[in-house]
């Protein structure tokens, strides 16, 4: 059983910076795309930024030149580099996995709430 148990959420100032963690716990092959989604209060989820096996990103408009996700395949691990935070950044992150082995599949974790103060 694969679990994905994300890190470093807080409270930050806007402005300030803040880098997000995600650990997959278990045996994972065949991994396609790691990456990271949010949910405002009230709104709903919203891709925030992907990252391929191959190393291709693609971002929200929202956060283009402000964050920046990447990976370590070796470890199963994939990270969001928050910086420039708004107010508007405050939600809920979770990290996302995709693959392939014997068919398609997709983990998700339980979220790790990022707030952002003016």
């Known amino acids: 059983q694969v679990q994905l148990v994300e890190s470093g959420g807080g409270l930050v100032q806007a402005g300030g910076s803040l880098r997000l963690s995600c650990a997959a716990a278990?045996?994972?092959?065949?991994?396609?795309?790691m990456g990271w989604y949010r949910q405002a209060s009230g709104k709903q989820q919203e891709l925030v930024a992907s990252?391929?096996?191959?190393?291709?990103?693609n971002y929200a408009d929202s956060v283009k030149g402000r964050f920046t996700i990447s990976r370590d395949n070796a470890n199963n691990m994939v990270y969001l580099q928050m910086n420039s935070l708004k107010p508007e950044d405050t939600a809920v992150y979770y990290c996302?996995?995709?693959?392939?082995?014997?068919?398609?599949?997709?983990?998700w974790g339980r979220g790790t709430r990022v707030t952002v103060s003016s």
């Open positions: 278990g045996s994972i092959f065949g991994i396609t795309a």
């Open positions: 990252i391929s096996s191959g190393g291709l990103t």
């Open positions: 996302n996995i995709r693959g392939r082995r014997f068919g398609e599949y997709e983990y």
